[in-house]
């Protein structure tokens, strides 16, 4: 749990977004981890959360563990897209670099895991 001696908050400007939950810029800053609170997917599917948001972003079910999200089609201005479909599996809204510095759903899953371990770490402080 971050208290508020711990994190830093920023007030995003008005979201054109229906909720302040699912509003990218409704974010928690602590240190260089940028999230939303939520808790991952723990859904029956076995495919990851990164893999369904891809197929769901880019419109193909052709879409496996090792595509490159902008070699498939995808560029800029769809990552938005992108990680808000992911926080709507997950729980959690990654920061935009994410996508640029691992663009293909394994990496993806990878780094998200790095990044709940140190989360949960400093969580355990």
């Known amino acids: 749990m971050v208290t508020i001696a711990e994190a830093s908050f920023w007030t995003p400007p008005p979201c054109p977004l229906t909720t302040i939950r699912s509003c990218p810029l409704s974010l928690v800053y602590l240190g260089d981890l ?3 609170p939520g ?4 859904g029956e599917s076995s495919e990851s959360a990164w893999l369904r948001a891809f197929r769901e972003v880019l419109g193909s079910a052709d879409i496996d563990e090792d595509t490159n999200f902008f ?3 995808g560029h800029s201005l769809l990552i938005p897209r992108l990680l808000i479909s992911y926080e709507s599996l997950s729980g959690w809204y990654p920061p935009v670099s994410l996508v640029f510095k691992h663009s293909s759903p394994r990496e993806l899953e990878a780094e998200t895991a790095v990044l709940y371990e140190r989360i949960a770490e400093h969580d355990d402080r």
């Open 71 to 73: 070699q498939a089609g």
């Open 34 to 36: 940028v999230f939303t």
């Open 39 to 42: 808790t991952p997917d723990t």
